[in-house]
């Protein structure tokens, strides 16, 4: 019992609870989850498919960071794709055609993956340092998805693609099956096949891991293209959850959330060890805060303080260091 | 058991000497930037017409005084192996802080005083929480955007405009010589720039940010006050974010919460591209100051361009900033 | 003066025209306008896009200046601040018309003329007719109100403009007001969370159509009809905005009309040939009903 | 030479000290004297507590119980600044400085010479030429430090701190990878300042080093002092016997020890044919067979390391072929010697060995893993079972897999990077320094492996400082110098270490 509040999931986890609790003086009917027109209706439902998008960024951003890199461009990309695929999807002759519109969302799936590709090579192939590599993208890839929609907002009256962001299957959102189906792969692939082990190691002394025979360069290449891969997700669902892409503004400043996101979850902006759990509570965590600041009708002027007290604080109750100077837990150790 | 083997008579040979770099070698990165904005440069000259008028190169300056002042702070926080996201944030606020003031009728230098004192402060409670609480700099000091910016939108959401007599004339007043103008700012800035590279290089402070940079345990069991130098240098960046603050002012007399929006990551671009190494521990300000004039020429070679749509823009600095990068990185690739 | 030379001999005017940036359909309309309009009456833009960064939009007039252009056009992206800049424009003898959005400089010796919108004043119909609307409404009138970006010019003017009309009326409550961000995904999410907060809330004043149009498919998700439930009032009339409102989605939008380079054109000729001109230059805009909307829509044009 | 047990004051006392990390004991109890004018030997087994107590001394580590007396008054230092202001200068286990700094900064960093605060870059690079120069070290102080091998690392570290003492010098297994001269010259220069009165602290698992420059010793055994000895009052038996607690036959044998029959060298696993690399060595030729052992004899900086990652295809050779038993193969990096069977393990293994932040499962596990693949995970059972056969063969403590290996003490760090490459049961196993910092029973422990898998057929390329070492296992010696491979030796009777250095100072060619 004793070793819980050292589990480095256990501050966010208390910190969504608190957030999620203090809702309920701002709205009584917070945690109320109703059947509405078939599907669930509620304020945790809303939180859990509004977070999706960060969710999938978070994914993608925890590979990149336990590798010791980063990806600015992850914003850009959910624009990108979102443009390339409601262009298509607006392009068909039938908007509703499902068939159309599952070539269109391949297509830009592909795309993201294509664009996690140049990331990959710039930072392993070209040898840029991962924010810079980065960060071409990111200025680059909004005039992209505004050439894409000709800086205009691309809209699409089309149902199956609206279902990917806005639909329910069995009455939970597609959103929230869609995320946790990929986070389910992610887990897969990196704890049943050795994929986390070598990243980790890669992450944590990239010379060692050469030494060690791992190639660390393609694994490099890989975790870029499954952000690419995320953040094209991502894309996908934010563009439908409003049924329009808007090159300009879409994904703007995720990166910065997604990034807190995995820090939060205990992953290490320099490498190593990564926990993708962690990452998802994170991203929740990060929505839960956003929703509150609407609920509790916190002020625009005040919404980035009260922002950085929520983060300082968990950061601060997060770190042993802190605890240990300031509640003087000293000694105690022994087990 | 025999005793430690004794060298045989003849003359031993001595270690043999190191293979080395080159002195040179570290200088590479930094060389290869200035070439290669040379190089681009002369693309501009013989592209545009007008280009070549130097007023160009030194409106650079003037443009990007703030900017390379909140760079030359960002220098020493990525030496040391840290990142200082909240400059452009500290920035805004400094902008906000002093139109306030002068707007409540305070004279200009303790409003001046105050604006550096607050900067700096932001910055050693960064530093404070980054060392001693074992923070990652790079979230404690997105705290310490959203903390700034906060503090800015609290004073005020409206753009204060400035009216004091000292920015709308003395502090703009431009300087001239030989045909050409510079502001003050700029000059400001690159003797700034001056005495930062300087202090990098000759004083011990200086070595120290290299030291921890290259490695921070070792450089506390190598006896070096790691802790005083950490946080010194966000103190340092947060003084320089608030100075750019004031210089911006000088130069668009407001306060405006929305400055600086995203100039984190221009001042961190200019670092990089001036070959300074993001792990920490190795490059130089004059990089840094080179970086600043890459960014600022890119920007000035699309507004001569004038006929880019808004995502063209876009897509044309990107370019611009890929080809550089990879250039610059081709230049100064050494083979394992 | 027009003599000031220019960056051709072929006598063609050239004007320099620093854009805020391309935040939004809008933006782009209004640019597209300004291009179009140059094309049409002959004179050599140059173009050049802030990407919403005051400094940006200096140095590109820093640089129309050494380019030495004879007119030059800018939305300022703030309101403060340009006095340096607009003085280096006056020592070289370069007029600056001012589009959309105004500047508060003391010296208005500084610019020759400013042609847009009144954000105040599009906060004020919004809120008018509000308050006409409301005459009959029995109960009280809750209104969530989705500002513009926090710190913005139109987001300060239009949330003013707003409130002081909607004074004349005591039934009428602001009950939430949030930062929507002035885009679509924001301003579903705010909306999500404020339906539940406020479920009593009747009106929504979004500070433009696509806040709007985001909040419209919260209230939809909610099981409410946007409209009739809820009542929706915006700004802008961009065309999205306009279908939903023929639709009877919304209820009533006040235009803010983008297509001012027509108009900018005629100055700057105006203004190189050393006429006088008025030193502003409202926008022609109106306001729309559904009723309204279904004919106007046909025509527009954005 | 050595001198009666000081009769002076002590100049630092340890009493009672105790330091527990998370689930390990690592001190308990430790009294520790330390007397001016005298070298005083801290030994034990990987793992003992040495390195622990010096960081406790020097607050690195909090300390958890016990007193530190220096010169007579309490203290207690938050970290290694103020130890040295208090006049104890360190050099720790593994080299710590900063690699991204040149030599002189190296050695003169946080006391640079100065004038009216500016830094005189000329003078201190004077200074430190001279202060290597009376270490027998004649390198380019302007260069990065990072660009020197290991060893001259370790060199730089000890001149830094030879200069900064004032009144104790500590030194951890400075000599682990330095070679006989270099130790000698380290000596001289220990014995000139135990002359001026400084009190040294030294750590070394090499029992000769000991007895040849120290007064009197403290034995550690998990974590708890043994007891103080004077050098002469303790044969080398009885010491041992201290360290392990227990008689260690193996030492005995060690020198009798038989190295299997040069076989025949029908086989050759690799052969290398003018390989090199511009400015790291020159071409050479090298042929390895099954079974044999091939020692690389060298000093400090002559080429044995960059020869052996040359065959590793850690750096890329810009000269030369290569054929893996008789096949002609293109190098590209690690990854094509580790298909053909190679495996090495790096001098360096902080940086270039283990992964600290994994546990020692993981990074024992990690070559094989990485050679199978990702998608084809060592099942755990698999795992469990080569992890526990190999930390129990190479005795690696604590004996828990799941810990942090940077948790580990240095000389445990080491064996778990030896049987990293020894479960991926290599063809050619190369190993540069693979007895640095590993404690005597571990070594005779890992010399008897060596031996036991070459006469399996296994060949070996074996680099060690230790000349003697080297002669024991190999087969062949390959002498090298000035980055020059100049001489391969049939390790026959008559070869013995003089005879070894006469061919490196002399640079014979056949
Ligand atoms: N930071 C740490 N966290 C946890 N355990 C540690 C830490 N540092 C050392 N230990 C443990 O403390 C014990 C003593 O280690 P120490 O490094 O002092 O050994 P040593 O005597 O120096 O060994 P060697 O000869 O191998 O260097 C070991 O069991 C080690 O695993
Ligand atoms: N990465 C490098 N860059 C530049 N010079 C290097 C590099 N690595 C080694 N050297 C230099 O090349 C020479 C050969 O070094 P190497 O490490 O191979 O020597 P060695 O015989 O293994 O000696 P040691 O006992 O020092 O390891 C040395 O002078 C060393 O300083
Ligand atoms: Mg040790
Ligand atoms: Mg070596």
């Not at chain 3, 001012?98 to 400013?114: E, H, P, Q």
């Not at chain 4, 220069?189 to 007064?215: C, P, T």
């Not at chain 4, 090298?480 to 013995?496: A, G, I, P, S």
């Given at each position: 019992?004793?070793?819980?509040?050292?589990?480095?999931?256990?501050?966010?986890?208390?910190?969504?609870?608190?957030?999620?609790?203090?809702?309920?003086?701002?709205?009584?009917?917070?945690?109320?989850?109703?059947?509405?027109?078939?599907?669930?209706?509620?304020?945790?439902?809303?939180?859990?498919?509004?977070?999706?998008?960060?969710?999938?960024?978070?994914?993608?951003?925890?590979?990149?960071?336990?590798?010791?890199?980063?990806?600015?461009?992850?914003?850009?990309?959910?624009?990108?794709?979102?443009?390339?695929?409601?262009?298509?999807?607006?392009?068909?002759?039938?908007?509703?055609?499902?068939?159309?519109?599952?070539?269109?969302?391949?297509?830009?799936?592909?795309?993201?993956?294509?664009?996690?590709?140049?990331?990959?090579?710039?930072?392993?192939?070209?040898?840029?340092?991962?924010?810079?590599?980065?960060?071409?993208?990111?200025?680059?890839?909004?005039?992209?998805?505004?050439?894409?929609?000709?800086?205009?907002?691309?809209?699409?009256?089309?149902?199956?693609?609206?279902?990917?962001?806005?639909?329910?299957?069995?009455?939970?959102?597609?959103?929230?099956?869609?995320?946790?189906?990929?986070?389910?792969?992610?887990?897969?692939?990196?704890?049943?096949?050795?994929?986390?082990?070598?990243?980790?190691?890669?992450?944590?002394?990239?010379?060692?891991?050469?030494?060690?025979?791992?190639?660390?360069?393609?694994?490099?290449?890989?975790?870029?293209?499954?952000?690419?891969?995320?953040?094209?997700?991502?894309?996908?669902?934010?563009?439908?959850?409003?049924?329009?892409?808007?090159?300009?503004?879409?994904?703007?400043?995720?990166?910065?959330?997604?990034?807190?996101?995995?820090?939060?979850?205990?992953?290490?902006?320099?490498?190593?060890?990564?926990?993708?759990?962690?990452?998802?509570?994170?991203?929740?965590?990060?929505?839960?805060?956003?929703?509150?600041?609407?609920?509790?009708?916190?002020?625009?002027?005040?919404?980035?303080?009260?922002?950085?007290?929520?983060?300082?604080?968990?950061?601060?109750?997060?770190?042993?260091?802190?605890?240990?100077?300031?509640?003087?837990?000293?000694?105690?150790?022994?087990? | 058991?025999?005793?430690?083997?004794?060298?045989?008579?003849?003359?031993?040979?001595?270690?043999?000497?190191?293979?080395?770099?080159?002195?040179?070698?570290?200088?590479?990165?930094?060389?290869?930037?200035?070439?290669?904005?040379?190089?681009?440069?002369?693309?501009?000259?013989?592209?545009?017409?007008?280009?070549?008028?130097?007023?160009?190169?030194?409106?650079?300056?003037?443009?990007?005084?703030?900017?390379?002042?909140?760079?030359?702070?960002?220098?020493?926080?990525?030496?040391?192996?840290?990142?200082?996201?909240?400059?452009?944030?500290?920035?805004?606020?400094?902008?906000?802080?002093?139109?306030?003031?002068?707007?409540?009728?305070?004279?200009?230098?303790?409003?001046?005083?105050?604006?550096?004192?607050?900067?700096?402060?932001?910055?050693?409670?960064?530093?404070?929480?980054?060392?001693?609480?074992?923070?990652?700099?790079?979230?404690?000091?997105?705290?310490?955007?959203?903390?700034?910016?906060?503090?800015?939108?609290?004073?005020?959401?409206?753009?204060?405009?400035?009216?004091?007599?000292?920015?709308?004339?003395?502090?703009?007043?431009?300087?001239?010589?030989?045909?050409?103008?510079?502001?003050?700012?700029?000059?400001?800035?690159?003797?700034?720039?001056?005495?930062?590279?300087?202090?990098?290089?000759?004083?011990?402070?200086?070595?120290?940010?290299?030291?921890?940079?290259?490695?921070?345990?070792?450089?506390?069991?190598?006896?070096?006050?790691?802790?005083?130098?950490?946080?010194?240098?966000?103190?340092?960046?947060?003084?320089?974010?608030?100075?750019?603050?004031?210089?911006?002012?000088?130069?668009?007399?407001?306060?405006?919460?929305?400055?600086?929006?995203?100039?984190?990551?221009?001042?961190?671009?200019?670092?990089?591209?001036?070959?300074?190494?993001?792990?920490?521990?190795?490059?130089?300000?004059?990089?840094?100051?080179?970086?600043?004039?890459?960014?600022?020429?890119?920007?000035?070679?699309?507004?001569?361009?004038?006929?880019?749509?808004?995502?063209?823009?876009?897509?044309?600095?990107?370019?611009?900033?890929?080809?550089?990068?990879?250039?610059?990185?081709?230049?100064?690739?050494?083979?394992? | 003066?027009?003599?000031?030379?220019?960056?051709?001999?072929?006598?063609?005017i050239?004007m320099?025209f620093?854009?805020?940036?391309?935040?939004?359909?809008?933006?782009?309309?209004?640019?597209?306008s300004v291009q179009e309009a140059a094309k049409a009456a002959g004179i050599?833009l140059?173009?050049?896009?802030?990407?919403?960064?005051?400094?940006?939009?200096?140095?590109?007039?820093?640089?129309?200046?050494?380019?030495?252009?004879?007119v030059?056009a800018?939305?300022?992206?703030?309101?403060?601040?340009?006095?340096?800049?607009?003085?280096?424009?006056?020592?070289?003898?370069?007029?600056?018309i001012?589009?959309?959005?105004?500047?508060?400089?003391?010296?208005?010796?500084?610019?020759?003329?400013?042609i847009?919108?009144?954000?105040?004043?599009?906060?004020?119909?919004?809120?008018?007719?509000?308050?006409?609307?409301?005459?009959?409404?029995?109960?009280?009138?809750?209104?969530?109100?989705?500002?513009?970006?926090?710190?913005?010019?139109?987001?300060?003017?239009?949330?003013?403009?707003?409130?002081?009309?909607?004074?004349?009326?005591?039934?009428?409550?602001?009950?939430?007001?949030?930062?929507?961000?002035?885009?679509?995904?924001?301003?579903?999410?705010?909306?999500?969370?404020?339906?539940?907060?406020?479920?009593?809330?009747?009106?929504?004043?979004?500070?433009?159509?696509?806040?709007?149009?985001?909040?419209?498919?919260?209230?939809?998700?909610?099981?409410?009809?946007?409209?009739?439930?809820?009542?929706?009032?915006?700004?802008?009339?961009?065309?999205?905005?306009?279908?939903?409102?023929?639709?009877?989605?919304?209820?009533?939008?006040?235009?803010?009309?983008?297509?001012l380079g027509p108009q900018l054109m005629d100055l700057a000729k105006q203004v190189v040939?050393?006429?006088?001109?008025?030193?502003?230059?409202?926008?022609?805009?109106?306001?729309?009903?559904?009723?309204?909307?279904?004919?106007?829509?046909?025509?527009?044009?954005? | 030479?050595?001198?009666?047990?000081?009769?002076?004051?002590?100049?630092?006392?340890?009493?009672?000290?105790?330091?527990?990390?998370?689930?390990?004991?690592?001190?308990?109890?430790?009294?520790?004297?330390?007397?001016?004018?005298?070298?005083?030997?801290?030994?034990?087994?990987?793992?003992?507590?040495?390195?622990?107590?010096?960081?406790?001394?020097?607050?690195?580590?909090?300390?958890?119980?016990?007193?530190?007396?220096?010169?007579?008054?309490?203290?207690?230092?938050?970290?290694?600044?103020?130890?040295?202001?208090?006049?104890?200068?360190?050099?720790?286990?593994?080299?710590?400085?900063?690699?991204?700094?040149?030599?002189?900064?190296?050695?003169?960093?946080?006391?640079?010479?100065?004038?009216?605060?500016?830094?005189?870059?000329?003078?201190?690079?004077?200074?430190?030429?001279?202060?290597?120069?009376?270490?027998?070290?004649?390198?380019?102080?302007?260069?990065?430090?990072?660009?020197?091998?290991?060893?001259?690392?370790?060199?730089?570290?000890?001149?830094?701190?030879?200069?900064?003492?004032?009144?104790?010098?500590?030194?951890?297994?400075?000599?682990?990878?330095?070679?006989?001269?270099?130790?000698?010259?380290?000596?001289?220069?220990?014995?000139?300042?135990?002359?001026?009165?400084?009190?040294?602290?030294?750590?070394?698992?090499?029992?000769?080093?000991?007895?040849?420059?120290?007064?009197?010793?403290?034995?550690?055994?998990?974590?708890?002092?043994?007891?103080?000895?004077?050098?002469?009052?303790?044969?080398?038996?009885?010491?041992?016997?201290?360290?392990?607690?227990?008689?260690?036959?193996?030492?005995?044998?060690?020198?009798?020890?038989?190295?299997?029959?040069?076989?025949?060298?029908?086989?050759?696993?690799?052969?290398?044919?003018?390989?090199?690399?511009?400015?790291?060595?020159?071409?050479?030729?090298?042929?390895?067979?099954?079974?044999?052992?091939?020692?690389?004899?060298?000093?400090?900086?002559?080429?044995?390391?960059?020869?052996?990652?040359?065959?590793?295809?850690?750096?890329?050779?810009?000269?030369?072929?290569?054929?893996?038993?008789?096949?002609?193969?293109?190098?590209?990096?690690?990854?094509?010697?580790?298909?053909?069977?190679?495996?090495?393990?790096?001098?360096?293994?902080?940086?270039?060995?283990?992964?600290?932040?994994?546990?020692?499962?993981?990074?024992?596990?990690?070559?094989?893993?990485?050679?199978?693949?990702?998608?084809?995970?060592?099942?755990?059972?698999?795992?469990?079972?080569?992890?526990?056969?190999?930390?129990?063969?190479?005795?690696?403590?604590?004996?828990?897999?799941?810990?942090?290996?940077?948790?580990?003490?240095?000389?445990?760090?080491?064996?778990?990077?030896?049987?990293?490459?020894?479960?991926?049961?290599?063809?050619?196993?190369?190993?540069?320094?693979?007895?640095?910092?590993?404690?005597?029973?571990?070594?005779?422990?890992?010399?008897?492996?060596?031996?036991?898998?070459?006469?399996?057929?296994?060949?070996?390329?074996?680099?060690?400082?230790?000349?003697?070492?080297?002669?024991?296992?190999?087969?062949?010696?390959?002498?090298?110098?000035?980055?020059?491979?100049?001489?391969?030796?049939?390790?026959?009777?008559?070869?013995?270490?003089?005879?070894?250095?006469?061919?490196?100072?002399?640079?014979?060619?056949?």
């Open positions: 019992m004793k070793q819980l509040p050292k589990h480095r999931l256990f501050w966010p986890a208390v910190a969504l609870v608190l957030l999620l609790v203090s809702n309920v003086f701002f709205s009584s009917s917070f945690f109320s989850i109703r059947l509405q027109d078939g599907h669930l209706y509620g304020s945790l439902i809303d939180i859990l498919r509004g977070s999706t998008p960060l969710v999938l960024v978070a994914l993608g951003m925890t590979m990149v960071i336990a590798t010791a890199g980063i990806d600015l461009s992850v914003g850009s990309v959910i624009a990108i794709v979102g443009a390339f695929a409601c262009l298509q999807v607006s392009d068909l002759s039938d908007q509703n055609s499902v068939g159309g519109v599952l070539i269109a969302v391949a297509l830009a799936v592909v795309l993201g993956l294509v664009l996690g590709l140049w990331n990959g090579v710039l930072v392993a192939v070209v040898g840029i340092q991962p924010i810079i590599a980065t960060l071409i993208l990111l200025v680059g890839g909004r005039g992209v998805a505004q050439l894409i929609t000709d800086g205009q907002i691309i809209n699409v009256r089309s149902d199956p693609y609206r279902t990917i962001g806005a639909g329910y299957a069995l009455t939970i959102p597609v959103a929230v099956i869609i995320a946790a189906a990929v986070v389910a792969l992610a887990v897969v692939f990196t704890r049943r096949t050795a994929l986390g082990l070598l990243i980790e190691s890669v992450g944590s002394s990239p010379t060692a891991s050469r030494l060690a025979g791992i190639q660390a360069r393609r694994l490099t290449v890989i975790v870029y293209v499954f952000s690419g891969f995320c953040a094209g997700v991502a894309g996908l669902i934010y563009s439908s959850n409003i049924s329009s892409a808007d090159g300009n503004n879409a994904g703007n400043l995720i990166e910065l959330d997604a990034i807190l996101a995995v820090v939060i979850g205990g992953t290490a902006l320099t490498g190593g060890r990564f926990s993708i759990a962690g990452s998802v509570l994170g991203a929740v965590l990060i929505q839960t805060l956003n929703i509150t600041i609407y609920t509790a009708g916190v002020p625009g002027r005040v919404t980035l303080l009260f922002k950085a007290v929520v983060v300082v604080a968990l950061c601060l109750a997060q770190s042993p260091a802190f605890r240990a100077k300031v509640f003087r837990q000293k000694a105690a150790v022994t087990a | 058991m025999t005793s430690v083997t004794t060298p045989p008579a003849v003359e031993r040979p001595r270690v043999a000497r190191a293979r080395r770099y080159g002195v040179s070698s570290r200088f590479v990165p930094v060389l290869a930037t200035l070439v290669l904005f040379c190089v681009m440069y002369g693309i501009g000259i013989a592209n545009y017409n007008g280009f070549s008028d130097t007023q160009i190169l030194l409106n650079i300056f003037i443009d990007n005084a703030h900017l390379l002042t909140v760079a030359v702070g960002m220098t020493f926080v990525i030496l040391s192996g840290g990142i200082d996201l909240s400059v452009g944030a500290v920035l805004a606020l400094g902008t906000v802080l002093a139109a306030s003031l002068l707007q409540a009728g305070w004279p200009a230098v303790p409003v001046i005083v105050v604006v550096l004192a607050s900067g700096a402060l932001i910055g050693l409670a960064q530093g404070a929480i980054i060392h001693f609480f074992e923070i990652q700099p790079f979230i404690a000091t997105l705290a310490g955007l959203f903390t700034a910016r906060g503090l800015a939108q609290l004073i005020s959401t409206k753009a204060i405009p400035i009216t004091n007599d000292f920015w709308t004339t003395d502090a703009t007043e431009r300087i001239h010589f030989a045909g050409f103008r510079l502001s003050p700012s700029a000059v400001l800035a690159l003797v700034i720039a001056l005495i930062a590279g300087l202090a990098l290089a000759y004083t011990r402070f200086g070595r120290n940010v290299y030291a921890i940079g290259g490695n921070r345990q070792s450089a506390a069991l190598m006896g070096l006050p790691v802790a005083r130098t950490r946080v010194l240098v966000y103190t340092l960046s947060g003084l320089c974010a608030a100075l750019g603050g004031v210089l911006y002012s000088f130069e668009t007399p407001t306060g405006n919460s929305l400055t600086g929006q995203g100039m984190e990551l221009d001042a961190i671009a200019a670092v990089v591209i001036g070959g300074t190494l993001l792990t920490g521990g190795s490059g130089f300000l004059a990089g840094t100051v080179l970086g600043v004039l890459v960014l600022g020429l890119i920007q000035t070679m699309i507004t001569f361009q004038g006929t880019l749509s808004s995502w063209w823009t876009r897509i044309f600095i990107a370019g611009l900033l890929f080809l550089f990068i990879v250039l610059q990185r081709v230049a100064t690739r050494r083979e394992r | 003066g027009g003599d000031s030379g220019g960056g051709n001999d072929d006598g063609k050239t320099g620093a854009q805020v940036g391309a935040e939004s359909g809008w933006r782009t309309a209004n640019t597209k050599d140059k173009f050049s896009d802030a990407q919403q960064k005051q400094e940006n939009q200096i140095k590109a007039i820093r640089s129309y200046i050494a380019q030495k252009v004879d030059i800018f939305s300022p992206v703030i309101e403060s601040g340009w006095d340096q800049v607009l003085k280096e424009a006056k020592d070289a003898d370069i007029p600056v001012l589009t959309d959005r105004a500047v508060d400089s003391k010296d208005t010796s500084l610019y020759k003329s400013f847009g919108s009144d954000f105040i004043l599009e906060g004020k119909k919004a809120g008018e007719w509000l308050v006409d609307d409301s005459k009959t409404a029995k109960g009280p009138v809750n209104v969530i109100q989705l500002e513009g970006t926090t710190g913005s010019a139109p987001a300060n003017d239009r949330t003013s403009g707003f409130a002081d009309a909607i004074k004349a009326d005591p039934k009428i409550k602001i009950v939430a007001s949030q930062d929507g961000d002035f885009t679509r995904a924001k301003g579903k999410e705010v909306m999500e969370a404020l339906l539940k907060a406020h479920p009593e809330a009747n009106v929504l004043f979004a500070q433009n159509d696509d806040m709007g149009l985001g909040a419209m498919e919260a209230i939809e998700a909610a099981g409410k009809k946007p409209g009739v439930d809820m009542k929706i009032v915006t700004i802008d009339a961009v065309k999205d905005g306009m279908t939903a409102l023929a639709n009877g989605q919304f209820n009533y939008i006040v235009e803010c009309s983008p297509l040939d050393g006429k006088e001109i008025p030193k502003r230059v409202l926008t022609k805009e109106t306001t729309f009903t559904q009723e309204q909307a279904k004919t106007a829509l046909p025509s527009r044009k954005y | 030479m050595r001198t009666e047990p000081p009769v002076a004051e002590p100049i630092l006392e340890m009493t009672g000290v105790g330091k527990v990390f998370p689930g390990v004991v690592a001190l308990s109890d430790v009294d520790f004297t330390l007397h001016p004018g005298e070298v005083h030997a801290l030994m034990g087994e990987n793992g003992a507590g040495k390195s622990t107590l010096i960081k406790v001394l020097t607050g690195v580590y909090d300390i958890d119980a016990g007193s530190i007396r220096l010169g007579g008054e309490d203290v207690r230092f938050t970290g290694p600044l103020q130890a040295q202001r208090a006049g104890i200068s360190t050099v720790y286990q593994e080299v710590n400085l900063c690699p991204n700094l040149s030599v002189a900064e190296n050695i003169f960093i946080g006391r640079e010479p100065r004038t009216l605060g500016v830094i005189q870059w000329r003078r201190m690079r004077r200074r430190s030429a001279e202060l290597l120069q009376a270490l027998d070290l004649d390198l380019d102080v302007g260069a990065l430090l990072g660009s020197y091998s290991i060893a001259i690392q370790q060199m730089v570290a000890i001149a830094r701190a030879v200069d900064i003492s004032a009144k104790v010098l500590i030194l951890d297994e400075p000599t682990s990878s330095l070679d006989a001269s270099e130790v000698e010259q380290l000596f001289r220069v220990m014995r000139r300042l135990k002359g001026e009165g400084l009190a040294i602290v030294f750590v070394s698992h090499f029992l000769d080093q000991v007895y040849e420059i120290a007064d009197r010793m403290t034995v550690l055994r998990n974590g708890r002092r043994v007891g103080e000895y004077t050098v002469a009052g303790l044969p080398q038996s009885e010491l041992v016997k201290a360290m392990i607690g227990k008689e260690l036959a193996v030492l005995e044998q060690l020198d009798e020890q038989e190295k299997p029959a040069v076989e025949e060298r029908r086989e050759p696993v690799i052969a290398a044919t003018d390989v090199g690399r511009k400015g790291a060595i020159e071409p050479f030729s090298l042929t390895i067979h099954r079974g044999e052992v091939v020692g690389l004899a060298g000093l400090l900086g002559s080429g044995r390391t960059e020869l052996a990652r040359l065959l590793f295809g850690a750096d890329r050779a810009d000269a030369g072929t290569f054929a893996f038993e008789g096949a002609p193969v293109t190098m590209r990096g690690p990854r094509t010697a580790m298909d053909h069977g190679v495996a090495f393990s790096s001098e360096n293994r902080r940086t270039e060995g283990v992964v600290g932040e994994l546990s020692v499962r993981e990074n024992i596990i990690l070559a094989l893993q990485a050679s199978r693949g990702w998608s084809r995970p060592i099942p755990r059972g698999r795992q469990d079972e080569l992890v526990t056969r190999y930390i129990e063969a190479l005795d690696i403590r604590p004996a828990d897999p799941d810990v942090e290996v940077r948790n580990l003490s240095g000389g445990n760090q080491q064996k778990v990077l030896l049987a990293r490459w020894l479960i991926t049961e290599p063809r050619l196993l190369i190993v540069d320094e693979p007895t640095r910092g590993i404690d005597v029973g571990a070594k005779a422990e890992i010399q008897r492996l060596l031996a036991r898998l070459s006469g399996d057929g296994m060949a070996v390329l074996f680099i060690s400082a230790e000349l003697e070492e080297v002669l024991r296992l190999s087969h062949t010696i390959a002498v090298l110098r000035d980055r020059r491979l100049v001489e391969q030796l049939e390790n026959t009777d008559d070869v013995d270490v003089d005879r070894i250095l006469a061919t490196i100072a002399s640079g014979v060619e056949e």
